[in-house]
T-cell receptor
Framework: ETGVTQSPTHLIKTRGQQVTLRCSSQ?????VSWYQQALGQGPQFIFQ???????GRGNFPPRFSGLQFPNYSSELNVNALELDDSALYLC??????????????FGPGTRLLVL | GQSLEQPSEVTAVEGAIVQINCTYQ??????LSWYQQHDGGAPTFLSY????GLEETGRFSSFLSRSDSYGYLLLQELQMKDSASYFC??????????FGGGTRLMVKP
C-alpha cells in the first residue's frame, strides 16, 4: 500500500509569484484535504476535494485554489504569494468523502518559503 | 466556527502517565481526533471519539464528554519516542477538521 506523497519537498518563491503543490493520495482513498501549518501552530484547513469537486473550504482567500484528478491526486495552487504564505503545506487523504474526515493520513508536506 | 484549547507544553518522565486536555467550542461537532507530530514530520492519526467515553488503543487512550465540550488524550508507560507535539482536532460541518494549537510533550529520562 502506497502512502500519501507530496512534491516538491521544499520550495522558495518571491512575493507575487504563483506556486503549485502536488499530492498523491494513499491507495484506495478518494478524498484529499489540504492544510497550512505555520511554525509552532496547528494545521489550518484550506479545503477538501472529493470526486474532483471542492467539498468544503476553510477561511482562506480565493487565491488559494485546487484541483482533484480522476486518479484522486490533487493540486494546491496559490496565486499572488504573500510573505505570510510561508508555511508547511500538508495534504491528507481519506476515504468516504464527507464522512471520511475523522481518519486522515498525512503526507510529509511541502515547506514553502516566500521572500 | 470552531476553536480548540490545549496546553502548550507538558513535561513528564519515562514510564509515567500524562494526560493532555482539550476543550472545544464549535458551531457543529461530529467528533474529536488526536494526532501526533514529531519535529519535521507529518501528523499521524492516533484516535477518534464520536461518542462519550473512553477509547483505548494500546498505551494511548482518548476520552470525550460532549456535554462538557471536553476531551483528553492519556499516554501511559511513557517512552522517550513519545516526545512530540500532540494535536486535538474537531470534526465539524463542511467536512472541516479544525486543529488545536498543539501540546508539546517532552519525556525526560
Amino acid at each position: 500500500e502506497t502512502g500519501v506523497t507530496q512534491s516538491p519537498t521544499h520550495l522558495i518563491k518571491t512575493r507575487g509569484q504563483q506556486v503549485t503543490l502536488r499530492c498523491s493520495s494513499q491507495s484506495g482513498h478518494n478524498t484529499v484535504s489540504w492544510y497550512q501549518q505555520a511554525l509552532g501552530q496547528g494545521p489550518q484547513f484550506i479545503f477538501q476535494y472529493y470526486r474532483e469537486e471542492e467539498n468544503g473550504r476553510g477561511n482562506f482567500p480565493p487565491r488559494f485554489s485546487g484541483l482533484q484528478f480522476p486518479n484522486y491526486s490533487s493540486e494546491l495552487n496559490v496565486n499572488a504569494l504573500e510573505l505570510d504564505d510561508s508555511a508547511l503545506y500538508l495534504c491528507a487523504s481519506s476515504s468516504g468523502g464527507g464522512s471520511g474526515v475523522k481518519t486522515q493520513y498525512f503526507g510529509p508536506g511541502t515547506r514553502l518559503l516566500v521572500l | 466556527g470552531q476553536s480548540l484549547e490545549q496546553p502548550s507544553e507538558v513535561t513528564a518522565v519515562e514510564g509515567a502517565i500524562v494526560q493532555i486536555n482539550c476543550t472545544y467550542q464549535t458551531s457543529g461537532f461530529y467528533g474529536l481526533s488526536w494526532y501526533q507530530q514529531h519535529d519535521g514530520g507529518a501528523p499521524t492519526f492516533l484516535s477518534y471519539n464520536a461518542l462519550d467515553g473512553l477509547e483505548e488503543t494500546g498505551r494511548f487512550s482518548s476520552f470525550l464528554s460532549r456535554s462538557d465540550s471536553y476531551g483528553y488524550l492519556l499516554l501511559q508507560e511513557l517512552q522517550m519516542k513519545d516526545s512530540a507535539s500532540y494535536f486535538c482536532a474537531a470534526e465539524g460541518a463542511g467536512n472541516m477538521l479544525t486543529f488545536g494549537g498543539g501540546t508539546r510533550l517532552m519525556v525526560k529520562p
